[in-house]
């Protein structure tokens, strides 16, 4: 498993070369979508990352959040495959 240390990493997509330095996923897209009912907000946020590099790589995927937010829905999608978060 990738261990990367994200004490002070901005959100991204990150994996790491084989000599332990931190490598970023360009990302291409961000869309955001938000709605507000009474006391509840709820965000979508839909970002597209590109793979520059030459092999099928692990990555680990960093959102910075608040502390008072929760996250109820993640989805994954890499090409056909999807990976649902519950």
């Known amino acids: 498993?990738?261990?990367i240390?994200?004490?002070h990493i901005l959100g991204g997509l990150?994996?790491?070369?084989?000599?332990?330095?931190q490598l970023?996923?360009?990302?291409?897209?961000?869309?955001?979508?938000t709605s507000i009912a009474g006391n509840i907000g709820r965000?979508?946020?839909?970002q597209s990352f590109e793979?520059?590099?030459?092999?099928?790589?692990?990555?680990?995927?960093?959102?910075p959040f608040p502390d008072e937010v929760a996250v109820d829905e993640m989805e994954i999608i890499i090409g056909e495959k999807i990976i649902k978060g519950n």
């Open 14 to 21: 990150y994996t790491q070369d084989y000599e332990g330095k």
């Open 51 to 63: 793979n520059p590099f030459n092999q099928d790589l692990e990555a680990k995927y960093i959102f």
């Open 43 to 46: 965000t979508e946020v839909t």
């Open 5 to 7: 240390n994200t004490e």
């Open 1 to 3: 498993m990738t261990v």
């Open 24 to 33: 970023a996923f360009p990302l291409k897209h961000t869309e955001v979508k």
